[in-house]
């Protein structure tokens, strides 16, 4: 069987090399909490993807089922399911890219920052293993809070000392997803269109949309219509936590933003131009060592961190707003980092 599928490998190159100009190169993708409300989803969106040749489903409840269920479709990626801490190495091992949906969803009257005792344990030990056995992978983390998650990733990487910057994301692009999907509805302007950056952080204020560059521009909105949009980006995740009524936060549309992260990554990583994102990354963009914006991906993950552009007054008071709450959800998580 093996050979079987050495030699169905083989083949599927072969076909991608000649079916393409350029040869597009064998992607390993692994997912740690493919088991989850996103990681489920987020699994079958992988799994639909043509760029991804590996995926490896990691997660300590559930895998074997997620794995064999997604492993039945006909599309090219070939699917491995690791469900204890012990194949964690396997799963990791020759990784290019990392998605981490793995911890606790928020209940109502939660804020992401309550979620962070569980999550952080989680995200450090994670990222203690990427480390180990694919230190070279770009790393996607969808975990909240992404405010202090990222900054805990970058301080395990650190101490590994396999830290790079260029690789490490903060995956904000739900709150893109919803930036558009919101200003398509009020501007009346078809949604596949419409472009709007978001920046900040990903929790309640820090996340800034930026309607005043969205594309396609419109004069339809008054200055109360950019107010309530920005509060419903900013509270996107809060309405879906509350219609979910205890039973979790955003998934489906997690999973979707999330894909669409992770083929921009693996897009940049086959060297396709001109693919550029919102993310939370390592910045000198404001004075914060971390902050998202757009980004320029590349063949080594970030490629270049863009500036902000012009703002509205509305918005660099939202900026000068956001600074201080992001600032010390970074230091938490630094903190946490270091101390444990
Ligand atoms: P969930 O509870 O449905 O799934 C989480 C999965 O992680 C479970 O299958 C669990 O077994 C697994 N898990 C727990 N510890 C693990 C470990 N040490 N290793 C591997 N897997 C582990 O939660 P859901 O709804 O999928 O959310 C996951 C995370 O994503 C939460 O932290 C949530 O707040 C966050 N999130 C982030 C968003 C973003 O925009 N960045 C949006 C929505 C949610």
Redesign the pocket.
Known sequence: RSVESAVKRSRSAHLRRSFHAGAVPERKVAI??A?????QPLSLLMKLNPLVTRLAL?????TPGVAADVSHINTPAEVAGYASEEQLGKALEGSDLVII??????KPGMT?DD?FNI?AG?VK??CTAIAKYCPNALVNM???P?NSTVPIASEVFKKAGTYDAKKLFG??T??VVRAKTFYAGKAKVPVSEVNVPVVGG?AGITILPLFSQATPSTNALSEEDIHALTKRTQDG?TEVVEAKAGK????LS?AY?GAVFADACLKGLNGVPDIVECSFVQSTVTELPFFASKVRLGKNGVEEVLGLGPLSDFEKQGLENLKAELKSSIEKGIKFAKEN
């Not at 990691?58 to 559930?62: F, L, P, T, V």
């Not at 949906?101 to 928020?106: D, E, L």
């Not at 979790?248 to 998934?251: E, I, K, M, P, V």
């Open positions: 740690l909490g088991a989850g409300g996103i990681g990691y997660d300590i409840a559930g949906p793995a911890g606790v969803p928020r992401r979620l999550n989680i030990s994670l969808i975990s909240n992404v995956v904000t739900l709150d990903h995740g979790g936060s955003a998934t997690m933003a």
